[in-house]
Protein backbone atom coordinates (compact mmCIF):
# COMPACT_ATOMS: atom_id res chain seq x y z
CA UNK A 1 0.00 0.00 0.00
CA UNK A 2 1.40 3.49 -0.99
CA UNK A 3 2.45 6.31 2.02
CA UNK A 4 -0.50 7.84 0.89
CA UNK A 5 -3.13 5.55 1.16
CA UNK A 6 -1.67 3.84 4.35
CA UNK A 7 -2.27 7.61 6.00
CA UNK A 8 -5.65 7.87 5.13
CA UNK A 9 -6.63 4.33 5.93
CA UNK A 10 -5.31 5.64 9.45
CA UNK A 11 -6.55 8.48 9.58
CA UNK A 12 -10.04 6.82 8.81
CA UNK A 13 -9.51 4.25 11.15
CA UNK A 14 -8.62 6.91 13.68
CA UNK A 15 -11.65 8.91 13.64
CA UNK A 16 -13.75 5.25 13.74
CA UNK A 17 -12.46 4.51 16.67
CA UNK A 18 -12.83 8.05 18.38
CA UNK A 19 -16.45 7.72 17.70
CA UNK A 20 -17.01 4.23 19.01
CA UNK A 21 -14.89 5.82 21.93
CA UNK A 22 -17.15 8.99 22.55
CA UNK A 23 -20.31 7.16 21.86
CA UNK A 24 -20.00 4.45 23.71
CA UNK A 25 -18.88 7.10 26.80
CA UNK A 26 -22.10 9.18 26.23
CA UNK A 27 -24.94 6.54 26.02
CA UNK A 28 -26.76 4.83 28.76
CA UNK A 29 -28.13 1.22 28.88
CA UNK A 30 -31.60 0.86 28.21
CA UNK A 31 -34.23 2.70 30.38
CA UNK A 32 -34.91 0.30 33.57
CA UNK A 33 -38.96 2.09 33.80
CA UNK A 34 -41.17 0.61 31.39
CA UNK A 35 -44.74 -0.95 32.03
CA UNK A 36 -42.70 -4.47 32.48
CA UNK A 37 -40.38 -3.01 35.35
CA UNK A 38 -39.91 -5.13 38.15
CA UNK A 39 -39.78 -3.79 41.94
CA UNK A 40 -38.40 -5.43 45.03
CA UNK A 41 -40.39 -4.97 48.28
CA UNK A 42 -40.96 -6.89 51.26
CA UNK A 43 -43.56 -9.06 51.50
CA UNK A 44 -43.57 -9.20 55.60
CA UNK A 45 -43.91 -5.77 56.69
CA UNK A 46 -47.29 -4.62 57.35
CA UNK A 47 -48.00 -1.00 56.40
CA UNK A 48 -44.40 -0.56 54.72
CA UNK A 49 -44.50 -3.50 51.99
CA UNK A 50 -46.28 -6.64 52.40
CA UNK A 51 -47.64 -9.52 50.84
CA UNK A 52 -51.01 -11.00 52.43
CA UNK A 53 -51.57 -12.98 49.16
CA UNK A 54 -49.29 -14.40 46.52
CA UNK A 55 -48.20 -11.87 44.05
CA UNK A 56 -50.56 -8.84 45.87
CA UNK A 57 -48.67 -5.87 47.62
CA UNK A 58 -49.65 -3.00 49.37
CA UNK A 59 -48.10 -0.59 51.93
CA UNK A 60 -46.54 2.79 52.08
CA UNK A 61 -43.78 1.66 49.66
CA UNK A 62 -45.62 -0.08 46.96
CA UNK A 63 -48.47 3.11 46.98
CA UNK A 64 -45.13 5.25 46.58
CA UNK A 65 -43.21 3.56 43.53
CA UNK A 66 -46.70 2.43 42.27
CA UNK A 67 -47.73 6.43 41.96
CA UNK A 68 -44.29 7.51 40.70
CA UNK A 69 -44.64 5.10 37.56
CA UNK A 70 -48.27 5.97 36.75
CA UNK A 71 -47.11 9.72 37.18
CA UNK A 72 -44.33 8.84 34.31
CA UNK A 73 -47.71 7.18 31.91
CA UNK A 74 -46.19 3.55 33.27
CA UNK A 75 -48.40 0.59 34.20
CA UNK A 76 -48.44 -0.02 38.03
CA UNK A 77 -45.24 -2.44 38.46
CA UNK A 78 -44.77 -5.88 39.02
CA UNK A 79 -43.72 -6.63 43.07
CA UNK A 80 -41.58 -9.60 44.10
CA UNK A 81 -40.27 -10.20 47.51
CA UNK A 82 -36.74 -8.80 48.72
CA UNK A 83 -34.97 -9.78 51.93
CA UNK A 84 -33.05 -6.64 53.65
CA UNK A 85 -29.65 -9.07 53.03
CA UNK A 86 -30.09 -9.09 49.28
CA UNK A 87 -31.43 -6.11 48.00
CA UNK A 88 -28.52 -4.60 46.64
CA UNK A 89 -27.38 -7.98 45.30
CA UNK A 90 -30.73 -8.61 43.30
CA UNK A 91 -30.84 -4.93 41.78
CA UNK A 92 -26.80 -5.90 40.36
CA UNK A 93 -27.99 -8.53 39.16
CA UNK A 94 -30.73 -7.60 37.14
CA UNK A 95 -34.10 -10.31 39.11
CA UNK A 96 -35.27 -6.50 40.33
CA UNK A 97 -34.88 -2.84 38.31
CA UNK A 98 -36.03 -0.95 41.50
CA UNK A 99 -35.91 -1.60 45.19
CA UNK A 100 -38.66 -0.09 47.70
CA UNK A 101 -38.99 -2.22 50.48
CA UNK A 102 -37.98 0.59 53.72
CA UNK A 103 -34.47 0.92 52.53
CA UNK A 104 -32.12 3.40 53.83
CA UNK A 105 -30.25 6.03 51.89
CA UNK A 106 -26.93 5.64 53.42
CA UNK A 107 -23.39 7.05 51.85
CA UNK A 108 -21.83 4.16 51.67
CA UNK A 109 -24.84 2.19 49.58
CA UNK A 110 -24.62 5.51 47.36
CA UNK A 111 -21.19 5.19 47.22
CA UNK A 112 -19.58 4.25 43.51
CA UNK A 113 -18.10 0.11 43.86
CA UNK A 114 -14.37 1.41 43.24
CA UNK A 115 -14.81 3.73 46.52
CA UNK A 116 -16.06 0.84 48.91
CA UNK A 117 -19.78 1.70 48.17
CA UNK A 118 -22.86 -0.59 46.80
CA UNK A 119 -23.25 1.28 43.73
CA UNK A 120 -27.04 2.10 44.26
CA UNK A 121 -28.61 5.32 43.28
CA UNK A 122 -31.49 6.13 45.06
CA UNK A 123 -34.75 8.45 44.85
CA UNK A 124 -36.01 9.46 48.07
CA UNK A 125 -36.45 10.48 50.64
CA UNK A 126 -40.14 9.71 50.49
CA UNK A 127 -40.27 9.05 54.70
CA UNK A 128 -37.84 9.29 57.43
CA UNK A 129 -37.75 7.88 60.80
CA UNK A 130 -36.10 7.32 63.80
CA UNK A 131 -35.46 3.78 65.52
CA UNK A 132 -37.76 2.06 68.20
CA UNK A 133 -38.89 -0.83 69.87
CA UNK A 134 -41.70 -3.34 69.41
CA UNK A 135 -43.07 -5.09 73.06
CA UNK A 136 -45.99 -7.16 74.06
CA UNK A 137 -48.89 -5.03 74.56
CA UNK A 138 -49.09 -6.34 78.31
CA UNK A 139 -45.61 -5.40 79.11
CA UNK A 140 -45.44 -2.13 81.10
CA UNK A 141 -41.50 -3.05 82.76
CA UNK A 142 -40.05 -0.94 79.12
CA UNK A 143 -40.53 2.30 79.53
CA UNK A 144 -36.65 3.97 78.86
CA UNK A 145 -33.99 2.64 76.85
CA UNK A 146 -32.51 1.68 80.59
CA UNK A 147 -35.30 -0.78 80.81
CA UNK A 148 -34.19 -2.66 77.71
CA UNK A 149 -30.31 -3.66 79.17
CA UNK A 150 -30.39 -6.98 79.94
CA UNK A 151 -33.14 -7.75 77.90
CA UNK A 152 -33.57 -10.13 74.72
CA UNK A 153 -34.24 -7.76 71.71
CA UNK A 154 -34.42 -9.66 67.78
CA UNK A 155 -32.73 -7.15 64.80
CA UNK A 156 -32.93 -8.99 61.63
CA UNK A 157 -29.77 -9.28 58.54
CA UNK A 158 -28.79 -6.26 56.67
CA UNK A 159 -30.74 -3.52 58.53
CA UNK A 160 -29.32 0.26 59.79
CA UNK A 161 -31.38 -0.61 62.95
CA UNK A 162 -29.04 -3.82 62.94
CA UNK A 163 -25.94 -1.78 62.70
CA UNK A 164 -26.95 0.71 65.51
CA UNK A 165 -27.47 -1.81 68.01
CA UNK A 166 -24.12 -3.47 67.56
CA UNK A 167 -22.71 0.39 68.92
CA UNK A 168 -20.96 0.31 72.30
CA UNK A 169 -23.93 2.20 73.67
CA UNK A 170 -25.99 -0.27 73.49
CA UNK A 171 -23.49 -3.12 74.61
CA UNK A 172 -25.76 -4.17 77.95
CA UNK A 173 -28.80 -5.43 75.51
CA UNK A 174 -28.30 -8.94 74.57
CA UNK A 175 -28.80 -9.00 70.36
CA UNK A 176 -30.77 -12.13 68.77
CA UNK A 177 -30.46 -11.62 64.81
CA UNK A 178 -32.48 -13.67 62.67
CA UNK A 179 -33.34 -14.02 58.57
CA UNK A 180 -36.18 -11.50 58.35
CA UNK A 181 -38.84 -9.53 60.56
CA UNK A 182 -41.36 -12.26 60.68
CA UNK A 183 -38.67 -14.28 62.45
CA UNK A 184 -38.63 -11.62 64.93
CA UNK A 185 -42.64 -10.89 65.65
CA UNK A 186 -43.02 -14.43 66.04
CA UNK A 187 -40.34 -14.47 68.94
CA UNK A 188 -41.91 -11.77 70.31
CA UNK A 189 -45.49 -12.60 70.16
CA UNK A 190 -44.44 -16.39 71.61
CA UNK A 191 -42.16 -14.17 74.52
CA UNK A 192 -39.00 -15.94 73.35
CA UNK A 193 -37.45 -12.19 72.74
CA UNK A 194 -38.63 -8.90 75.21
CA UNK A 195 -38.32 -6.42 71.97
CA UNK A 196 -37.77 -6.06 68.67
CA UNK A 197 -36.37 -3.20 66.89
CA UNK A 198 -36.15 -1.23 63.82
CA UNK A 199 -37.43 1.57 62.51
CA UNK A 200 -40.23 3.37 63.68
CA UNK A 201 -42.68 3.45 60.65
CA UNK A 202 -42.09 -0.33 60.54
CA UNK A 203 -42.78 -1.43 64.04
CA UNK A 204 -46.25 0.77 64.06
CA UNK A 205 -47.39 -1.11 60.95
CA UNK A 206 -46.77 -4.74 62.94
CA UNK A 207 -48.29 -3.22 65.82
CA UNK A 208 -51.76 -2.36 63.50
CA UNK A 209 -51.76 -5.31 62.04
CA UNK A 210 -50.84 -7.35 65.74
CA UNK A 211 -53.47 -6.18 68.59
CA UNK A 212 -50.76 -7.92 71.07
CA UNK A 213 -47.96 -6.04 70.51
CA UNK A 214 -47.46 -2.20 71.08
CA UNK A 215 -44.53 0.59 70.21
CA UNK A 216 -43.13 1.84 73.12
CA UNK A 217 -44.28 5.28 72.49
CA UNK A 218 -40.64 7.11 74.63
CA UNK A 219 -37.83 5.74 73.24
CA UNK A 220 -36.85 7.39 69.20
CA UNK A 221 -33.08 6.46 68.78
CA UNK A 222 -30.27 6.23 66.24
CA UNK A 223 -29.66 8.52 62.58
CA UNK A 224 -32.60 8.98 60.91
CA UNK A 225 -33.28 6.37 58.18
CA UNK A 226 -34.52 8.35 55.09
CA UNK A 227 -36.39 5.54 52.72
CA UNK A 228 -35.41 5.64 48.85
CA UNK A 229 -36.06 3.75 45.62
CA UNK A 230 -33.12 1.84 44.91
CA UNK A 231 -31.41 1.11 41.49
CA UNK A 232 -28.13 -0.18 40.03
CA UNK A 233 -25.89 3.07 38.68
CA UNK A 234 -25.66 3.86 35.28
CA UNK A 235 -29.54 4.85 34.68
CA UNK A 236 -28.80 8.63 36.19
CA UNK A 237 -31.65 9.51 33.37
CA UNK A 238 -34.27 7.30 34.64
CA UNK A 239 -32.85 8.34 38.35
CA UNK A 240 -33.91 11.70 37.55
CA UNK A 241 -37.31 11.22 36.47
CA UNK A 242 -38.35 9.54 39.46
CA UNK A 243 -36.72 12.32 41.35
CA UNK A 244 -38.68 14.74 39.55
CA UNK A 245 -42.03 12.94 40.13
CA UNK A 246 -41.16 12.36 43.62
CA UNK A 247 -40.69 16.12 44.30
CA UNK A 248 -44.47 16.66 42.52
CA UNK A 249 -46.03 13.96 44.63
CA UNK A 250 -44.40 15.59 47.94
CA UNK A 251 -45.88 19.13 46.54
CA UNK A 252 -49.72 18.11 46.00
CA UNK A 253 -51.46 19.03 48.69
CA UNK A 254 -52.79 15.54 50.46
CA UNK A 255 -51.17 13.12 48.02
CA UNK A 256 -48.79 11.87 50.02
CA UNK A 257 -50.76 12.26 53.48
CA UNK A 258 -53.28 10.29 51.96
CA UNK A 259 -51.05 7.73 50.87
CA UNK A 260 -49.44 7.66 54.08
CA UNK A 261 -52.32 7.64 56.52
CA UNK A 262 -54.16 4.78 54.08
CA UNK A 263 -51.21 2.80 54.73
CA UNK A 264 -50.12 3.37 58.16
CA UNK A 265 -53.00 4.82 60.16
CA UNK A 266 -51.46 3.60 63.77
CA UNK A 267 -49.02 6.36 63.27
CA UNK A 268 -49.70 9.39 65.67
CA UNK A 269 -50.10 12.62 63.64
CA UNK A 270 -46.71 14.03 65.46
CA UNK A 271 -44.09 10.46 63.95
CA UNK A 272 -45.98 11.51 60.37
CA UNK A 273 -45.23 15.19 60.34
CA UNK A 274 -41.71 14.31 61.49
CA UNK A 275 -41.47 11.58 58.41
CA UNK A 276 -42.55 13.77 55.68
CA UNK A 277 -39.67 14.96 53.67
CA UNK A 278 -39.03 18.27 52.14
CA UNK A 279 -38.31 19.06 48.56
CA UNK A 280 -34.13 19.94 49.37
CA UNK A 281 -34.01 16.70 51.24
CA UNK A 282 -34.69 14.82 47.84
CA UNK A 283 -32.71 16.77 46.19
CA UNK A 284 -29.74 16.65 47.95
CA UNK A 285 -29.85 12.89 48.24
CA UNK A 286 -31.57 11.44 44.88
CA UNK A 287 -29.06 10.21 42.10
CA UNK A 288 -26.18 11.14 43.63
CA UNK A 289 -22.86 9.58 44.88
CA UNK A 290 -22.40 11.59 47.94
CA UNK A 291 -25.17 13.82 49.94
CA UNK A 292 -25.36 16.88 48.87
CA UNK A 293 -23.43 16.41 45.59
CA UNK A 294 -24.93 17.54 41.75
CA UNK A 295 -26.38 14.48 39.81
CA UNK A 296 -24.52 13.67 36.44
CA UNK A 297 -25.82 11.60 33.47
Same mark, same amino acid.
Given at each position: ??????????????????????????????????????????????????????????????????????????????????????? &??????????????????????????????????????? &??????????????? !??????????????????????????????? !???????????? $????????????????? !?????????????? $???????????????????????? $???????????????????????????????????????????????? $??????????
Amino acid at each position: MAGAARRRWAALTAVALLYVYTTGCDSEPPSILSDRTEVGAKSDQPGTSFSPHDGEYNGFDVAVVGTLMNMLGYDTPRFSGVLSKNR &AKLLHDGDVQLVAATFSITPTRMAPKDKGGDDLDFVGPY &ASTLQGFLIRANDRS !IRTLADLNGKVVCVWKGTTSANELRKAAYDK !IVKRTEEDANYC $VNALKDKEVDAVSTDQL !ILYGFMQANPSLRV $VPGIKFGEPNDYGIAMAKGHRKDC $VRLRDMLTQYIRQATAWERDFQNSLPAVPKAARDEAKPTEDEVMALSC $VDRPGDSPTD
